[in-house]
């Protein structure tokens, strides 16, 4: 089983829906990270956050630490927000044989016009 | 100001060939980790630098290794390459207030896709 899992795998929205992409993990942790990759392999850092809630124009991300659980949510979603989203954890103790950061697989997101 | 830079783009190699990939890091950062992305195993962090050390390793066997310089650049070799060694290669930049740069705002390059044929 892996360490951070992501759901869904993938997920075709039409514009202007609301989506959420849940993350679960199953170590103790200090940070997680939500990153963005578009086609062509660049990444792109969205949140980091260690509890609560942060919010970035339609983006919002949440944590809850006693759950173990995470989620990104896209407000209004647009094809420009077609992309692999990926939920990143730190062990708190570096826990996992990955080392610094433990990736999750990434949730394919396609938003349709 | 200019974003993290690496080179080259593309690589390609043959079996048991070495290589060496570069890392601009965002002028400022001090820490510079790397990442390895398969279509089979997503991203797997391979190593972190910060002020020409090497703070921490992943899991991967000791034909990876990778050095930082005194202006931040980094380097990463990849000895006596494998077909599975085929991947991209992702380098992030951090300013590193204090801690583990994985609890910073990583800044990513582009990458180096890396065949090997």
């Known amino acids: 089983k892996n360490e951070v899992e992501q759901s869904p795998q993938n997920l075709t929205a039409q514009e202007g829906e609301f989506i959420t992409i849940n993350c679960s993990y199953s170590v103790g942790i200090s940070a997680l990270h939500w990153l963005q990759q578009h086609p062509g392999g660049g990444i792109v850092s969205l949140f980091m956050l260690s509890s609560g809630k942060k919010k970035h124009g339609r983006l919002i991300a949440t944590i809850n630490i006693q759950e173990k659980h995470s989620s990104l949510h896209i407000t209004a979603s647009h094809p420009r927000d077609s992309a692999v989203y990926i939920c990143a954890v730190v062990g708190s103790l570096y826990g996992g044989s990955q080392g610094n950061l433990i990736f999750g697989k990434g949730t394919k997101l396609s938003v349709k016009p | 100001k200019a974003g993290v830079t690496q080179t080259p783009r593309y690589l390609i190699k043959t079996r048991g060939q070495q290589v060496t990939l570069s890392c601009s890091p965002i002028?400022?950062?001090?820490?510079v980790s790397w990442y390895q992305q398969t279509p089979g195993q997503g991203l797997q962090f391979l190593f972190e630098?910060?002020?020409?050390?090497?703070?921490n390793k992943g899991n991967f066997p000791g034909r990876f290794s990778g050095r930082q310089f005194s202006n931040s650049r980094s380097e990463m070799n990849v000895s006596t390459l494998e077909l599975g060694d085929s991947a991209l290669y992702l380098c992030?930049?951090?300013?590193?207030?204090?801690?583990?740069?994985?609890?910073?705002?990583?800044?990513f390059g582009s990458g180096t896709q890396l065949s090997v044929l």
């Open positions: 630098y910060f002020s020409e050390t090497q703070r």
């Open positions: 992030a930049s951090s300013f590193l207030t204090g801690g583990s740069v994985a609890n910073e705002k990583l800044f």
């Open positions: 002028s400022g950062h001090r820490s």
